[in-house]
């Protein structure tokens, strides 16, 4: 089995801050990375709640609502936003932001936000997997295979495309053109709002590469504390999400260290979007790394990712955030969406591939 190498860029006046780097040979640069995932994680839900608790949220959501003018138009930016925005951050990040501000817009102005946001989740699937940072089994992948940026995004860039089209046809046709009314600007508590920003700020300059882990934990809890209102802050947290992520990063960081599968061609690519609706693309990425062909193997997660419940993380944090917020919302609501975006997919994929050469 192939072993991953974490290249990392920050100053070098900050080189030695990194987590890694602190932990030296004591901890394996594996465990290290899943531990600082977790941590980031756990941070952005924090802020995501001091931004929600400052009614900053609703403040934007109103702002959206009354600037779209219609239902349809509203649903697009916000599906089209998180695509093109999974696209540069990771989609889980991009879901952690945008999906609170979705429920929130999303019952003022009346719409079906379940489906908004069960789009939403496939939008994150689907946007993200242009890029070799968009989603953690790209990421796995293109270092994994040593893939050049530019050849990863000319591989992904027609699946990307199918995906992009899929998606707005989806949009288009689920969401009527009804006229919304003018919503009324609230106030938000600039004090958690600019604090809330800030922490913000700090959590993107991280993934920037600009501050380290151990410097981005304790400004950004500094910074919540300050808002005296940590207590409400904690109490919104979903718990149980959080823990269902500490159980996958170990499970992830376990299936490392199992033996890999080659797979080719056809074989590759129905067992990556099958293994993927069984056991979630992340894993199934890594069982399947013994594959010579990265590119069927990259698409074939990518595929995967909408699917099943399991199938993602975005897919898990998409019905999480709307479990909470609609206890009715069941988990076939998103599967019947994600299995047919998933069928499209592949059944517009294959003539390419076919055409490609590369089945």
Request: aromatic share 10%; with cysteine; charged share 15%.
């Amino acid at each position: 089995m192939h072993y991953i190498t974490l290249v990392e860029y920050s100053p070098p006046m900050l080189d030695g801050l990194s987590l890694s780097r602190l932990l030296g040979g004591a901890m394996d640069a594996r465990l290290v990375s899943s531990f600082e995932f977790l941590v980031l994680f756990l941070l952005m839900m924090l802020v995501m709640n001091a931004l929600e608790l400052s009614g900053l949220l609703a403040s934007l959501g109103g702002r959206m609502v009354n600037r779209s003018g219609s239902e349809r138009r509203l649903a697009l930016f916000l599906c089209l936003l998180v695509f093109f925005a999974s696209a540069l951050l990771t989609n889980d990040v991009v879901l952690l932001g945008i999906v609170p501000l979705t429920i929130v817009v999303g019952s003022a102005a009346k719409m079906d936000v379940r489906r908004l946001v069960i789009f939403e989740g496939i939008a994150a699937n689907s946007g993200s997997l242009l890029t070799p940072f968009g989603n953690p089994q790209n990421i796995f992948i293109s270092v994994h295979y040593d893939v050049p940026l530019w050849e990863f995004l000319g591989t992904m860039l027609p699946l990307w495309l199918i995906s992009l089209g899929l998606l707005s046809a989806a949009v288009f046709a689920r969401f009527p053109d009804r006229p919304l009314s003018h919503i009324h600007k609230k106030d938000s508590d600039r004090t958690v709002a600019a604090l809330g920003v800030a922490a913000l700020v700090v959590i993107i300059l991280y993934f920037g590469r600009v501050l380290p882990t151990v410097l981005v934990a304790p400004v950004v809890l500094g910074l919540l504390l300050s808002t005296r209102r940590m207590g409400s802050i904690v109490r919104l947290v979903d718990w149980k999400l959080y823990l269902l992520f500490v159980f996958m990063a170990l499970a992830t960081y376990a299936m490392l260290r199992v033996y890999t599968l080659e797979l080719s061609g056809a074989g590759l690519l129905l067992g990556s979007i099958g293994l993927s609706q069984l056991a979630s693309n992340v894993p199934a990425a890594f069982v399947l790394s013994g594959a010579a062909d990265w590119r069927l193997l990259a698409i074939g997660v990518d595929i995967g990712g909408s699917g099943t419940l399991i199938s993602s993380v975005a897919t898990v944090i998409a019905y999480r955030f709307i479990k909470r917020h609609d206890p009715k919302t069941s988990a076939w609501d998103f599967m019947k969406w994600g299995a047919l975006f998933c069928a499209a997919q592949l059944a517009l994929m294959v003539p390419v591939l076919l055409w490609l050469g590369w089945l």
